[in-house]
Nanobody
Framework: QVQLVESGGGLVQAGGSLRLSCVAS????????MGWFRQSPGKEREFVAA???????YYADFVKGRFAISRDNGKNTVYLQMNSLKSEDTAVYYC?????????????????WGQGTQVTVSS
């Protein structure tokens, strides 16, 4: 099992930036695929970005060119740099960990989840 703690959420104006962090403990971090998902009221949880333990990087179409995922295996941390934020990016953002390197766009592939961090973008 992996314990995940997100931070970095907050209130930002449209066009601004935030960097989310997720610190993991438990299972060997470098062998985890790490993903970011988000959920806004009344909507399903949706994939945002992932970095697999085998080196793959994946993004949802709606964040390409604006968000960047990275990981520091020495710090057991995954980051989500979010630029050019829009009001529709407002959501609770969740960090997740998976033992798999395939099917990483699907929430079902992830074994462990953080508690979430709120991101609110004002227009």
């Amino acid at each position: 099992q992996v314990q995940l703690v997100e931070s970095g959420g907050g209130l930002v104006q449209a066009g601004g930036s935030l960097r989310l962090s997720c610190v993991a403990s438990g299972r060997t971090f470098s062998r985890n695929t790490m993903g970011w998902f988000r959920q806004s009221p009344g909507k399903e949880r949706e994939f945002v970005a992932a970095t697999s333990w085998s080196g793959g990087i994946y993004y949802a179409d709606f964040v390409k060119g604006r968000f960047a995922i990275s990981r520091d295996n020495g710090k057991n941390t995954v980051y989500l740099q979010m630029n050019s934020l829009k009001s529709e990016d407002t959501a609770v953002y969740y960090c997740a960990a998976s033992r798999r390197s395939a099917d990483v766009l699907a929430a079902r592939a992830y074994d462990d989840w953080g508690q979430g961090t709120q991101v609110t973008v004002s227009s």
